[in-house]
């Protein structure tokens, strides 16, 4: 047996990077949460944050000091996410927004980890996950 339990990010700071994911998808920080680790839990999988003394940013895109990871966030509305992230901390590094509304934003939060708002088309999400739209 395999399971995903966690998903682990590096950072200087624990519970502020905790705290800006805690306010960019609703979900309260777990109780324990600390300097050395906190967590956020999202049904069985965590997203962790253990805080690392030599941290380095990624400087996304420069592959000297690659991302690693990014995160996607499937949003309704692009505008007002992005609205709310920016006012949380967050930089918008591109846009990949096409003509019709849909497609995605990349954006970096306070520490240089990048993440995506995604708006796509015909996407039902539900707690399995999401249902695509039939392609003809």
């Known amino acids: 047996m395999l399971r995903l339990t966690d998903f682990i990010i590096d950072c200087?700071?624990?519970?502020?990077?905790?705290?800006?994911?805690s306010e960019v998808t609703g979900r309260p920080i777990?109780?324990?949460s600390s300097?050395?680790?906190?967590?956020?839990?999202?049904g069985?999988?965590?997203?962790?944050?253990?805080?690392?003394?030599?941290?380095r940013a990624p400087q996304?895109?420069?592959?000297e000091h690659p991302k690693q990871f990014h995160l996607d966030f499937e949003v309704d509305e692009i505008e007002?996410?992005?609205?709310?992230?920016?006012?949380?901390?967050?930089t918008l590094r591109q846009d990949f927004i096409g003509p019709n509304g849909y497609g995605w934003r990349v954006y970096t939060d306070p520490i240089g980890h990048p993440f995506c708002l995604c708006?796509?088309?015909?996407?039902?999400?539900?707690?399995?996950?999401?249902?695509?739209?039939?392609r003809d």
């Open 12 to 21: 200087p700071d624990t519970m502020k990077l905790a705290a800006f994911y």
């Open 30 to 32: 777990k109780e324990g």
């Open 35 to 42: 300097e050395d680790w906190a967590g956020i839990r999202f």
């Open 44 to 55: 069985e999988i965590e997203l962790a944050f253990i805080r690392v003394d030599d941290y």
């Open 60 to 63: 996304w895109p420069d592959s």
């Open 80 to 90: 007002s996410e992005q609205r709310r992230v920016l006012d949380l901390g967050a």
């Open 119 to 134: 708006r796509n088309k015909g996407v039902i999400w539900t707690d399995q996950g999401p249902i695509w739209p039939k």
